[in-house]
């Protein structure tokens, strides 16, 4: 009859035989934040794209993060609030009493800041909150924020839109169906004017083109919605500098094959 000690034994071996199959088991359901979920233009999910990992696979930078919403919000400020001092209000050229035996304070001005409608000491004056970064870092703070944003599994690709007029209602059935139940950034590669027009109206979505990205739109909105063009323009535009030397050689490559073609047909 086995001891408890031996019972225990055999548990113990048991339990480490069984932990690295956990283990390899809770490695494969991992989710690969490079890897988004593809929508067509119904609504209606067909797999999963790969990102770009020139502008996804970058490790979220806080501290750039924060410094780079500060700047956007100061360059924002316009700058304008302005007061007037004594030397600039009207009025206040004579002296409106006497020096003496009037039992009073002594003024020489109506328009001095102790007195009622004087100048202001120290106010505000028209001034810029311009405050500036280098490109690296704001484009290192984008690729963070996006980067951010794939980990928590907010990003969603969609392959178009199929709006043949603007429709807010299909705007928000499309919404529905690809499953955002907060506020929406949608990034298009260029201009739109009938899904511009379908989403300006729900409350939480916006329509931003992919060059024209910023952090706080990405702070203030919980989900990405990516059209599948956009994601070329978004690593060219802010994904890393040897990324995009790599792009325009291509692009570069592709420019001359095409004349050299039409060189040829000539």
């Given at each position: 009859m086995p001891t408890a000690k031996a019972a225990t034994k055999k548990t113990t071996k048991t339990a480490a035989k069984a932990r690295p199959l956990a283990k390899k088991k809770s490695e494969e359901t991992e989710i690969n934040p490079l890897q988004a979920p593809f929508f067509d233009a119904l609504g209606e999910?067909?797999?999963?794209?790969?990102?770009?990992?020139?502008?996804?696979?970058?490790?979220?930078?806080m501290p750039v993060m924060h410094q780079a919403y500060l700047r956007q919000m100061a360059n924002a400020r316009r700058g304008t609030a302005s007061t007037k001092t004594r030397g600039v209000v009207s009025g206040g050229g004579a002296k409106p009493y006497r020096q003496k035996g009037t039992g009073r304070a002594r003024h020489g001005s109506i328009?001095?800041?102790?007195?009622?409608?004087?100048?202001?000491?120290?106010g505000p004056h028209p001034r810029s909150y311009a405050q500036r970064m280098p490109k690296q870092m704001r484009r290192l703070a984008l690729r963070s924020a996006l980067s951010?944003?794939?980990?928590?599994?907010?990003?969603?690709?969609?392959?178009s839109f199929g709006f043949e007029e603007p429709r807010t209602k299909q705007a928000a059935d499309l919404i529905t169906a690809i499953g955002f139940d907060d506020t929406t950034l949608i990034v298009l590669p260029a201009p739109n004017y009938v899904v511009s027009r379908s989403f300006e109206n729900l409350t939480g979505s916006k329509i931003i083109l992919a060059r024209n990205l910023n952090i706080r739109d990405l702070f203030t909105h919980t989900y990405l919605l990516l059209a599948k063009d956009s994601l070329e323009l978004l690593e060219e535009n802010f994904g890393r500098p040897e990324s995009r030397s790599r792009s325009r050689s291509k692009a570069g490559a592709n420019h001359a094959h095409e004349q050299a073609d039409e060189e040829a047909a000539e």
């Open positions: 999910r067909n797999g999963e794209v790969d990102l770009p990992k020139a502008v996804f696979d970058e490790k979220p930078n328009r001095e800041p102790s007195m009622k409608g004087g100048g202001v000491v120290f951010q944003k794939a980990i928590e599994g907010r990003v969603r690709v969609i392959d």
